[in-house]
C-alpha cells in the first residue's frame, strides 16, 4: 500500500504506515484555517474525554466536556477499495446510513430522522490514544437535497456537532465488482492538536478496515 501526504500551509504531516493482503489505497493532507469569530455551527460542538487525565488546575474546574477552539485544523484523508459485488449493490448499500455501524469501526450509531430522511445523527464512540473518545453530530445527506447521483456518488456535511464532511465515489469494474473511494474531511480539536500528525494515519487505518468489512458485508446485502 502506498501513501502520500501533502503539505499545505505551515504543518508539516508526513505519517508513514503499511499494511499487507488489501488493496486499499490511502492520501491525506492537512489544512489550517483561522476564524475572526466562533462561527455559529461551533456553539453546539462539543468533545468528550471520558478518561482523561487527572492532573488539572485546582482553579479550573472540570466537566468532561470542551468547546473548540476558534482555531481549528482540517484533515482529509482518502481511502479507496475494490469490492466484489456490481456497483448498484455497492451504492445500495452504502446508502443504508444506520445499517454503517455493522462494518464501520469506530461509527456506534447512525439514526435517520423520520420526518427528515435527508439528516441523520450520528455517534463515534472509540479507545484511542488511551482515552475512550465521543463525538456526535447531525449530519445532512446533500443528495437528499438536490439531484441524486445513484451508483455514482454519496455526499455528506455535518450541520452541528463535530464539523466533518465527506463523499463517497463509485466506480464500476466490469459487471460484477467496483472500486469505492471514500473521503472525509474533518476539524480537530485543539485538546488532540498534540497528536494531530498521529491522528491521520490512525484515521486512515480505522477507514481502511471499514472498506475491508464493507467488503464483506456488502457481499451478503439485500
Known amino acids: 500500500m502506498s501513501s502520500t501526504a501533502t503539505l499545505i500551509g505551515s504543518i508539516s504531516t508526513t505519517p508513514h504506515f503499511s499494511s499487507s493482503n488489501t488493496t486499499t489505497r490511502t492520501r491525506f493532507r492537512t489544512r489550517t484555517r483561522t476564524f ?3 462561527p455559529q455551527s461551533l456553539n453546539h460542538s462539543f468533545f468528550r474525554l471520558t478518561n482523561a487525565p487527572s492532573k488539572r ?7 468532561g466536556f470542551k468547546r473548540f477552539s476558534p482555531v481549528m485544523e482540517w484533515q482529509d484523508c482518502t481511502v479507496k477499495t475494490e469490492v466484489d459485488v456490481p456497483v448498484s449493490v455497492a451504492y445500495a448499500c452504502y446508502s443504508d446510513r444506520e445499517a454503517i455501524p455493522n462494518w464501520m469501526p469506530f461509527i456506534s450509531s447512525v439514526k435517520i430522522l423520520p420526518d427528515k430522511p435527508d439528516l441523520s ?3 463515534l464512540n472509540y479507545k484511542a490514544f488511551g482515552r475512550d473518545i465521543e463525538f456526535s453530530w447531525l449530519a ?3 443528495q437528499e437535497r438536490s439531484l441524486p447521483i445513484p451508483n455514482q456518488k454519496i455526499h455528506w456535511r455535518s ?11 463509485f466506480y464500476p469494474k466490469g459487471t460484477s465488482s467496483c472500486v469505492i473511494e471514500l473521503t472525509v474531511s474533518y476539524e480537530v480539536p485543539q485538546l488532540l492538536a498534540p497528536v494531530a500528525s498521529a491522528l491521520q494515519p490512525f484515521l486512515a487505518n480505522l477507514l481502511e ?14
Do not use: C, D, I
Open 57 to 63: 488546575a485546582s482553579s479550573t474546574p472540570f466537566h
Open 140 to 142: 445532512r445527506n446533500m
Open 159 to 169: 450541520l452541528e456537532g463535530l464539523p466533518n464532511r465527506g463523499a463517497v465515489r
Open 121 to 123: 445523527r450520528w455517534s
Open 36 to 38: 475572526s469569530s466562533t
Open 209 to 222: 478496515r471499514g472498506l475491508e468489512q464493507f467488503a464483506r458485508f456488502a457481499k451478503t446485502y439485500t
